[in-house]
């Protein structure tokens, strides 16, 4: 088994490799950026902007209090009329003056030690900054995840026992209306239910935390923890517990009909013993092998539209602005951080697996 996860480890370096190039190309190609962002503040602005900007960049580039109209032609919109020294001193300042191949090579030479780079536009490393937002989009996932499978692997291992009979009829309404509404209507129906928005005012419409914060005893702080994150939970719960439920639904239904089943059964065995016994084992792997994208879909997309409606400040919320403001540092930044807890999701996985399942030796696949 280590022989593997030592395998598994290395091929994460070309896959990680692949998921940056293909996104470094991308954004190349992603009209507007932090230079064309920057001409067009200049443009309105004026003077003041661009003082403001040489002396930041630290070069004299705006000589006479503006910028010089030359006639010459640039790649960037809105920049003709701009002195190209000034065009090019703002390309120095966000790394743009340098071939696109020798970017992306300081980028992977960066990101192998962790170094993300600095936000265009906030006065903070990437690093610092994704482990500053990450605690919010951890406690949502973390929480959903944990909820959605305590209630979806009971639930469906019980429509699958009552196949057919009334409790699977009736449960399965509740399952098809939780898959057909995404989480982001459910947290619009909570908010004008308890959040103030028309009838209860129970819960608090954002953040994580109460302003007096700070204030708060420890046991104090737990629970207005847990009442700021009732809503949030309760809306990614509700939308994501049906897909899951149906996969344990349908994966024991498949082996119950298996012949070991009934020769179990035959043998005078309970049905628990039977159950739980025999049949969850082979069930749960297809379950267990949907885990990593689950968490991530909860972690990553289920929670963006969830953060903003809560102005909850999390990975989701950040990455969704860096695109905004083409904060390119943080968008390769998030996507890297994103990309390799995947990975390590899915290693995580096999050995889940393996634990579910001694007799599958991954040992003896070829990858």
Request: proline residues 4%; aromatic residues 14%.
């Amino acid at each position: 088994m280590a022989h593997y996860i030592l395998k598994r480890l290395l091929l994460m370096i070309p896959t990680l490799l692949g998921i940056m190039l293909v996104s470094f190309v991308i954004i190349q190609f992603v009209p507007g950026g932090p230079v064309e962002r920057m001409i067009a503040e200049l443009q309105g602005h004026g003077g003041d902007a661009t003082a403001r900007i040489a002396g930041g960049g630290g070069g004299d580039f705006a000589a006479g209090g503006g910028a010089r109209a030359t006639g010459e032609a640039s790649q960037y919109r809105g920049a003709q009329g701009l002195d190209p020294e000034f065009i090019a001193e703002l390309e120095r300042m966000y790394g743009f003056d340098r071939p696109a191949h020798e970017r992306f090579g300081m980028m992977v030479w960066n990101y192998a030690r962790f170094d993300l780079g600095e936000s265009y536009y906030r006065d903070i490393s990437v690093i610092d900054l994704v482990l500053e937002k990450m605690p919010v989009s951890i406690s949502l996932g973390l929480w959903s995840t944990l909820i959605i499978y305590l209630i979806s692997i009971p639930l469906g291992i019980k429509k699958a026992v009552r196949d057919g009979q009334a409790f699977d009829v009736w449960s399965s309404a509740v399952v098809f209306v939780g898959y057909a509404i995404p989480s982001f209507m459910f947290a619009i129906l909570l908010i004008i239910l308890f959040a103030g928005g028309r009838y209860f005012d129970i819960f608090p419409l954002r953040g994580i935390v109460s302003d007096d914060w700070r204030d708060l005893t420890m046991f104090q702080l737990i629970l207005d923890y847990f009442w700021h994150m009732t809503l949030p939970i309760l809306a990614m719960v509700i939308s994501g517990f049906a897909g899951l439920t149906m996969l344990t639904k349908n994966s024991f239904l498949d082996e119950i009909n298996k012949q070991y089943v009934m020769t179990a059964r035959a043998k005078g065995l309970a049905e628990k013993r039977v159950l739980y016994g025999h049949v969850f084992r082979n069930a749960m792997l297809i379950v267990i092998a949907g885990f990593p994208s689950a968490f991530l879909a909860i972690f990553f997309t289920g929670s963006l539209l969830i953060e903003v409606i809560f102005s909850l400040d999390g990975l989701g919320l950040l990455g969704y602005e860096s695109i905004i403001n083409r904060d390119y540092p943080v968008v390769l930044g998030t996507l890297y951080v994103f990309a390799l807890i995947g990975l390590v999701m899915t290693l995580i996985r096999d050995l889940v697996y393996v634990w579910v399942d001694p007799r599958i030796d991954f040992e003896a696949r070829r990858l």
